[in-house]
Nanobody
Framework: QVPLFEYGGGLVQPGGSLRLACATD????????MGWYRRSPGKQRELVAT???????TYADSVKGRFTIYRNNVKRTVDLQMSSLRSEDTGVYYC???????????????WGEGTQVTVAS
């Protein structure tokens, strides 16, 4: 059973907004970073936005100023607010959670099954 659940994908017009949500279940062990990745048609999966337990955020250059990540450490959820959407934002968006070691390596990680976001008129 996949312990991460994504919600909120769909079809939106260019310039529109969409909010993705990700929730975890009891099968997820402690993690110190959560975020979103996407796989666009013809491309490899790429980081979109992440946030650590300490509140440090990382965004892909292509989404800076348009996307905002919201993480709730108590509820263990992570949302992605997407605005000013473009056709190139189309793709499957995956929720991700991981426990990173101090040297940055990944001790373990979880992935959701993905939710489709299509930006088209």
């Amino acid at each position: 059973q996949v312990p991460l659940f994504e919600y909120g994908g769909g079809l939106v017009q260019p310039g529109g907004s969409l909010r993705l949500a990700c929730a975890t279940d009891g099968g997820v062990f402690r993690t110190n970073v959560m975020g979103w990745y996407r796989r666009s048609p013809g491309k490899q999966r790429e980081l979109v936005a992440t946030e650590t337990d300490g509140g440090t955020t990382t965004y892909a250059d292509s989404v800076k100023g348009r996307f905002t990540i919201y993480r709730n450490n108590v509820k263990r959820t992570v949302d992605l607010q997407m605005s000013s959407l473009r056709s190139e934002d189309t793709g499957v968006y995956y929720c991700h959670a991981a426990l990173l070691e101090l040297d940055g390596t990944t001790r373990y990680e979880y992935w959701g099954e993905g939710t489709q976001v299509t930006v088209a008129s």
